[in-house]
């Protein structure tokens, strides 16, 4: 069960609009669920809980996987075995990035914005003995799930983002990870909330904010991801490893140091795709809009973990979605 709060002062217009969007990330969650190839949770449906001013969507335990052992979010995985000092086989490090993939893409391609990828919001889940058996003793020992959809909408301009939660600070980081995953930009739109939140002056502005957030936004987060993964390490660690000072200059380090890095450990295609995500992404494609927009999404990011992951040269996106 996932839970998304709203405010007890919201009008009746503002209550309504939230209430629309469970309703319709719901069916979508649960329309996506059953396309092969996308690490999304099968959803139940949603309850409203007036006491608590929340809604509660519902997802069901994925079928294959362990019942006995509880899912663990990759945060806490990654600073478990950073603790241990121990990292993640290759080839499952390429299959996590790979399912994280393809289930971003989907979600862009049906124009649902995430707004809150972090490690955290991925739930690892252990498969069991006999799933293992029936794919041969190949399958990986677990498998990867987004979730965390307590801020999702949807990527259209009659849409109002929802205020972010209250941080002590959008620019700098200490045990709060959260700004690491935020592509710089974002550090004006949870600045101009807060304004917005504390401010006598805008009554009428409510919960609800004008459209700003980004698709790229979302990307850039799941550059920070692969980065992780590909490193085998928090973000958190390599933030302080960077000495940096601020989120902006941390995503500049980022790309100058870190992908470079990253190369070494992962392969030429796969640190180009993470400096895809963490820079190249936020080309603004105007009026061409979601379409070209996912067709540079495609060729840059889905082909290029294809063709990794699978081993081969290259790889059409029709191909790559007809896969298990």
């Known amino acids: ?62 079928q294959g996987c362990d019942g006995s052992s509880p899912p663990t979010s990759l945060r806490d995985r990654l600073r478990g075995d950073h603790e241990k000092r121990v990292r993640c086989e290759l080839k499952e490090r390429f299959n996590l990035a790979h399912s994280l993939i393809l289930t971003i893409y989907r979600l862009l391609s049906v124009n649902w914005l995430h ?80 304004n917005v939140h504390g401010s006598s002056a805008t009554p009428s502005s409510g919960n609800l904010l004008t459209a700003s957030y980004r698709r790229e936004f979302d990307v850039y987060s799941l550059g920070i991801l692969l980065l ?45 795709i993470v400096a895809y995500c963490l820079g190249e992404s936020s080309v603004d494609y105007g009026s061409t809009g979601t379409k070209h927009f996912l067709e540079a999404f495609e060729e840059k990011v889905v082909a290029k973990i294809a063709a990794s992951y699978l081993g081969a040269e290259s790889c059409s996106v029709r191909e790559i979605l007809r896969r298990p």
Request: charged fraction near 25%; aromatic fraction near 10%; hydrophobic fraction near 30%.
């Open 228 to 272: 992780e993964i590909g490193f085998w390490c928090p973000i958190q660690c390599i933030y302080r490893d960077s000495k940096s000072e601020t989120t902006a200059a941390f995503a500049s380090k980022l790309r100058t140091r870190y992908v470079p890095e990253l190369e070494g450990r992962m392969g030429r295609k796969y640190a180009n």
């Open 115 to 194: 707004k809150n990828l972090s490690s955290q919001s991925l739930l690892l889940f252990s498969r069991d003995s006999s799933s293992k058996a029936r794919a041969g003793g190949d399958s990986a020992a677990c498998q990867l799930f987004v979730g965390g959809f307590t801020r999702s909408r949807r990527d259209a301009q009659l849409e109002l983002s929802e205020k972010p939660p209250t941080e002590r600070s959008s620019t700098t980081c200490s045990n709060n990870d959260g700004p690491l995953y935020r592509h710089p930009d974002q550090a004006a739109l949870f600045e101009a909330a807060a």
């Open 1 to 62: 069960m996932e839970w998304r709060y709203y405010s007890t002062k919201d009008s009746a217009q503002e209550r309504s609009c939230i209430d629309a969007r469970v309703h319709s990330l719901s069916v979508q969650l649960y329309q996506l669920s059953d396309v092969s190839g996308t690490g999304l949770l099968s959803c139940l449906g949603y309850v409203h809980d007036a006491v608590g001013s929340r809604y509660g969507t519902l997802f069901a335990y994925p």
